[in-house]
């Protein structure tokens, strides 16, 4: 098929099943190229109409700590004292740049996270 822009939910749909269709296509192979350019084009759709939650990145930090079974007190090494490390959670500090990239290296989450929060 000649894809082009996507317009409309059913070009969508089926660009979509298209997509997973070829998905483990092989490099240098015709179908890799169409799964390049479908890739491209889904994403340009799902860009343009369909908006993403914005993450709260406090809520990421205590679900990652959660997640991962430490407690505040494992990440004074990262972000300072006791009571700091307790202001950030609570949210009474602000993450500052420096913290928000030792956060955001530690948890292996992506810098996107803190942007609305540094």
């Known amino acids: ?20 269709e070829i998905f483990h296509a092989a490099p240098n192979s015709p179908e890799y ?4 350019l479908l890739m491209v084009l889904v994403k340009d759709y799902d860009d343009k109409h369909y908006q993403l939650p914005k993450l709260n990145a406090l809520e990421v ?3 990652k700590m959660q997640e991962m079974g430490i407690k505040a007190k494992d990440l ?11 202001s950030v959670l609570s949210g009474k500090r ?10 955001k290296d530690f948890f292996s989450i992506p810098a996107e ?6």
């Open 94 to 103: 602000e993450i500052t740049l420096k913290t928000a990239q030792k956060l």
């Open 33 to 36: 190229d169409e799964l390049d």
């Open 76 to 86: 004074e090494p990262i972000i300072g004292s006791k009571g700091h490390v307790s």
């Open 1 to 20: 098929m000649n894809w082009k822009v996507i317009k409309t939910e059913e070009d969508y749909e089926k660009a979509s099943i298209r997509l997973m």
């Open 113 to 118: 996270v803190f942007l609305h929060s540094v």
């Open 61 to 63: 930090i205590k679900y």
